[in-house]
């Protein structure tokens, strides 16, 4: 597995005892041989609550209060210690955060009696064992949370505006001038929301030679969400889209995270509960998904009212705990996975994300979101299509882009890529990824090389230099949500295709791009090209009819034959059955030895030709050997029936040849 270098500071401290007056201690005074008295001070006292044992909520929060218990002497640290409910909550033993593991749900109340009051029982101790209890009863109250569009076109969704206790009648409602939704001051802002180029384009608002801020409309290097927001931002009427974040862990009692965070669909190595882990990387790309939108906090999400589902798989990998956290819940939308292998044969992630496309979401099929790699150019000559992981019809393979749309100069090519998101080079050279860190982890001073946040983050919890393929996979997790929510009945199939049809061809001078017979835009350095939710809506809200069951064909023909030293040779494959593609495998037996000096290029029956590998991959000479499984997704939709053509290549006049034993082409469609 790639691994993601962390830094960990460890900073030692001065621990003081100092006394405070009042109760709580006393003092022993003992003699040494030197007739010294020392005074000890020891703590008999336990600690005293000061915050409310009544609290009143609304439904659809996961926070729930700051129990706070004061000691003269010690700090205080919480746990749970019972009460009728005690199951359904966590609180974090440092900060007394209390959080539900998941939001209350008025209509389907979870506490003891089903009467929405729910009860818990904190323990609060100090470092020498004392100990006190309180309980707290929590009541939730009911809200509207119909979704009824946005009525004062504020970018906001009226029933968001309900849940924040916004007025949903005033577009600016603080009268500042500023369009509430896209407020990144006050109470309702997201401090550095202007800052998030991916979210809206910084060239629409900087439009006058004085640079004035203006609100006009968006740019064509964003994401292209604005519009979506007047209806969606994951809510989903009370019963939010979940996003899972497979990485490092995230940091769950982030303050831009914790009120989307789902707990009881997070896990902890293998065990549902905290996800928190000592990467920051999970936490930056859970960020980029789902930080909350309007809570005066410092970033936005692009679905700012989805749930996270966490896990620090990477941090404790196992195959067991993968397939567990990958399949098991049933109600996780979209997976999202910002890593990978390199050169890797092995099928047991393809099992794994069947599984999930099989029976999750209601047996539409859980979405698997992928980075494609890091690894192009000077960073590397890789090819995604080195990874079965990556090399199967199940995951959508993601590419980075910057934000002039052009590709990222360390963003794989593949032929199985599907589409690209937003990302940026290196945030010293070009705008790079606005989200959350692990609190107190970034750095808001030092030259170009140190400082990782804005000047104006004092408490150092986010980051502007998020980037690599890593960034680029969540912004199109975070999209797809959007559509999920618009368009909950569409399969994973289907999701594919949608995003393929309305991803925007960007850098059409670049000669990667082909397009197929049935009017198909595909890129091995782009995909389908930029995601693009809102004209996926469009579609799939305007009569969109979900896609026939699918189907598949394969062929094998053997053929015993050498590729010369320095030449090309072409070997044929006739498939018979008709069907509408949606994904092509090519796997080509050989005895090859020398394969990175080989470039593979398919052409369909309809003369679409793709390059299912470059020469020069940087990787062992033999890795083809025995044979290997290309994929690809340039000929969707084009007809399965014909004479398939696979060209390979020797770039390399060394006196080497390699056999190709067969080659079998597997078509899936419908």
Not at 72 to 80: N, P, Q
Not at 198 to 208: F, M, Q, V
Not at 225 to 235: A, K, P, S, T
Request: hydrophobic residues 30%; glycine residues 8%.
């Amino acid at each position: 597995m790639k691994k993601y270098l962390t830094s960990l500071s460890i900073i030692g401290s001065l621990v003081t005892v100092v006394g405070c007056g009042g109760g709580g201690a006393s003092s022993t005074i003992i003699e040494n041989e030197d007739n010294d008295t020392t005074p000890i001070v020891t703590d008999t006292t336990p600690p005293v609550f000061v915050s409310s044992s009544e609290v009143n909520i609304s439904e659809n929060f996961a926070k729930v209060m700051n129990v706070k218990a004061i000691d003269d002497i010690s700090y205080v640290k919480y746990y749970i210690a019972g009460g009728d409910d005690e199951n359904l909550f966590t609180i974090y033993s440092r900060s007394g955060i209390l959080v539900f593991n998941v939001s209350a749900d008025y209509e389907n109340p979870k506490d003891k009696d089903k009467n929405n009051i729910y009860q818990v029982r904190i323990k609060a101790t100090d470092t020498s064992g004392n100990a006190s209890y309180q309980d707290i009863n929590i009541t939730v109250t009911d809200i509207n949370e119909t979704n009824v569009g946005d009525g004062d076109d504020d970018f906001i969704p009226d029933n968001i505006e309900v849940l924040l206790d916004m007025n949903s009648s005033n577009d600016d409602q603080d009268d500042d001038g500023v369009t509430d939704g896209l407020q990144s001051s006050g109470d309702i802002g997201d401090q550095f929301f202007d800052m998030q180029w991916h979210l809206r384009d910084y060239a629409a608002r900087y439009t006058n030679e004085s640079g004035v801020k203006t609100q006009g409309d968006e740019g064509d290097t964003d994401l292209n969400l604005m519009d979506i927001y007047h209806n969606y931002m994951g809510y989903n009427e009370g019963n939010p889209i979940i996003v899972q974040v497979v990485d490092t862990g995230v940091d769950a009692d982030h303050e831009d995270l914790i009120d989307n965070m789902d707990l009881s669909r997070s896990y902890d190595e293998d065990e549902i509960g905290n996800p928190s882990g000592y990467g920051t990387h999970g936490t930056m790309v859970a960020g980029i998904i789902a930080s909350r939108a309007f809570n005066g906090k410092g970033v936005r999400g692009i679905v700012p009212f989805a749930h996270i589902a966490g896990s620090n798989w990477l941090e404790h990998q196992s195959i067991d705990t993968l397939d567990m956290v990958w399949t098991d819940d049933l109600n996780i939308s979209i997976t999202n996975n910002s890593w990978g292998s390199y050169q890797s044969s092995d099928t047991f992630f393809e099992d794994f994300m069947e599984e999930g496309v099989t029976h999750g979401r209601e047996g539409k099929g859980r979405i698997y979101t992928f980075a494609a790699g890091n690894d192009r150019g000077d960073y590397g000559h890789g090819n995604a299509n080195l990874e079965y992981m990556l090399s199967n019809r199940f995951p959508i393979v993601v590419a980075a882009l910057k934000n002039t749309n052009e590709y990222a100069v360390y963003s794989t090519p593949g032929s199985n890529i599907w589409v690209s998101g937003y990302s940026g080079d290196f945030y010293q050279t070009t705008p790079t990824i606005g989200t959350t860190t692990i609190m107190g982890k970034s750095n808001n001073s030092g030259d170009k090389n140190e400082q990782t946040t804005w000047d104006d983050d004092t408490e150092e919890n986010y980051t502007f230099a998020m980037n690599g393929t890593s960034s680029a996979s969540p912004t199109v997790a975070g999209s797809i949500a959007l559509v999920l929510e618009a368009c909950p009945d569409l399969t994973w199939r289907d999701v594919k295709y949608l995003v393929a049809k309305n991803a925007k061809q960007i850098d059409s001078s670049n000669s990667s791009w082909v397009t197929n017979n049935a009017g198909f835009h595909h890129s091995v350095d782009y995909g389908f090209g930029r995601i693009d939710a809102k004209a996926m809506i469009d579609e799939c809200t305007n009569g969109y009819t979900n896609l026939p069951d699918e189907t598949n064909t394969t062929t094998t023909v053997s053929f015993n034959e050498v590729v010369p030293d320095d030449g090309s040779k072409d070997f044929n494959v006739t498939v018979d059955d008709n069907i509408t593609i949606e994904w092509v495998e090519v796997t080509i037996d050989n005895d090859i030895s020398d394969a990175s000096e080989y470039k593979i290029e398919l052409t369909s029956p309809q003369n679409t030709k793709t390059v299912l590998m470059t020469s020069d991959t940087e990787t062992s000479s033999d890795w083809m050997k025995g044979g290997w499984r290309f994929s690809t997704a340039a000929m969707l939709g084009e007809s399965s029936k014909g004479d398939w053509n696979v060209t390979m290549t020797d770039t390399n006049d060394n006196n080497k040849t390699g056999k190709v034993s067969d080659i079998t082409i597997t078509i899936y469609g419908h």
